[in-house]
């Protein structure tokens, strides 16, 4: 089970900071990462981080604004948002995968989801 918080209405500029905590069985070293989906769009990666945490993976997008982090001592995940644009409005999905590289692992978990809105 993923339960992410930390989502809401913020003016464009500003930041948030998105927390995931993963509870359960999970698979042991996992992946950690952050989907998210627009209204009328599809649902687009974000970022993600390796169970070490020594490799990340960014959406050019969101690069050089947005830091995944985490603690696996509380099994969670972490997303701060910077410099967040109105196009950063979206309900944002926590997930956890597995893959020998951050790019291109399989997520078999997902969050519910949290809404992000950023007005300009």
């Known amino acids: 089970q993923l339960q992410a918080s930390g989502g809401g209405l913020v003016q464009a500029g500003g930041s948030l900071r998105l927390s995931c905590a993963a509870s359960g069985r999970i698979y042991s070293s996992y992946i950690m990462g952050w989907f998210r989906q627009a209204p009328g769009k599809e649902r687009d990666f974000v970022a993600a981080?390796?169970?070490?945490?020594?490799?990340?993976a960014y959406r050019d997008s969101v690069k050089g604004r947005f830091t995944i982090s985490r603690s696996n001592a509380k099994n969670t995940v972490y997303l701060q948002m910077n410099s967040l644009k109105p196009e950063d409005t979206a309900v944002y999905y926590c997930?956890?995968?597995?893959?020998?590289?951050?790019?291109?692992?399989?997520?078999?978990?997902w969050g519910q989801g949290t809404q992000v809105t950023v007005s300009s």
């Open positions: 997930v956890v995968g597995r893959g020998a590289q951050v790019m291109g692992a399989t997520y078999d978990y």
């Open positions: 981080i390796s169970w070490s945490g020594d490799s990340t």
